[in-house]
């Protein structure tokens, strides 16, 4: 039950407005449309060596992500 709820919450969150790429967890990131559990933990992961995201272009850094991915995501992400 409370998997079916947290899974709610974070589908209603996405409808409502993008997912912050600097403060999203793993569960969050793999509701944008093409990210799955190994680019969410990559996107984790540069995020923690980096400091956070400065631009949405910046992804393009992160393995397994290049530029058609992040065209494909732009809309569903944000960095505040």
Do not use: C, D, W
């Amino acid at each position: 039950m409370l998997k079916f709820i947290l899974t709610f919450l974070i589908f209603v969150s996405v409808a409502f407005g993008a997912v912050n790429i600097n403060r999203a967890n793993s569960a969050q990131l793999q509701s944008i449309h093409g990210i799955g559990p190994t680019k969410a933990s990559e996107i984790i992961k540069y995020r923690k060596a980096h400091g956070g995201f400065k631009s949405v272009n910046e992804l393009m850094n992160v393995k397994g992500i290049g530029p058609k991915t992040v065209a494909k995501i732009r809309k569903q992400v944000s960095i505040r």
